[in-house]
């Protein structure tokens, strides 16, 4: 089986796709506690391991998963005139590309932005501008296959990940008119495994973590001084659960 991804809208109901051998599949968890279950697409040849999944602004589902190197987007088109139920547009948008790393987001226009390790292990930025797909490689790598993306209100990029030649923890903000590239962290016991939402002031909240390599992890927090306090993650954790080996 391959990974889960989960969407939340703001209401609260939650949007999953998962994959169990050949079949992507997508969960919706209702406000009543109800579970439902749509099959996307059972594959006949080639296997899927990674799926990321979103809705635009207009509530319209989209789900990206790779089938082998390639990449596939599924649009869930809804009853009406033509359909008599619910139905799954499928496309293969890139071949030869994908190697780990899937994410899925949309910006105010509700244009679909991808971004993912590529087959080179670089970080590759796939975008529909409503009539082709673009193709933009945004860090020649080698990038960590965790990539972290958040797209603010004014439609700025917020793409955090790392490299693991040079054991940085990298930030990048763009948008059509500007460029900002950051190392945010530096050191040879950074691992893949990051985590990143915007506060109230769309400020990063970062995470990240550390490994020694004889067993001994960490997780470290990155908040930004900049702005103000209001939405900032508190320091101090508000519940701490510890596992038994």
Known sequence: NGTIDMYVNDIGVGYACSINGSDINMHVLHLNGTFETLLVESLVSGSADDCAIGLT???RIQIAYNVGPDL????LALKNAVYS????????IAEDVFSSGLTLTFDSESKTHLMFQDTDLALHHLWFNK??????ILDNGPIGSDIEVEIDSTDTFHVA???SAEGELRLINFNETIEVRRVLSRGST????IGMDL???DIEQITYSKSDGNGNNTISLLRSLAGKDTGRIDPEPSLIINYDE
């Open 131 to 136: 009539a082709f797909w673009n193709h933009t």
């Open 190 to 193: 950074i691992t893949q495994a």
């Open 57 to 59: 602004s207009q509530d």
């Open 85 to 92: 139920g619910l139905t799954w547009h499928l496309r293969t």
């Open 72 to 75: 596939r987007l599924a649009r």
């Open 161 to 163: 990940y790392t490299n």
């Open 199 to 201: 506060d109230s002031n």
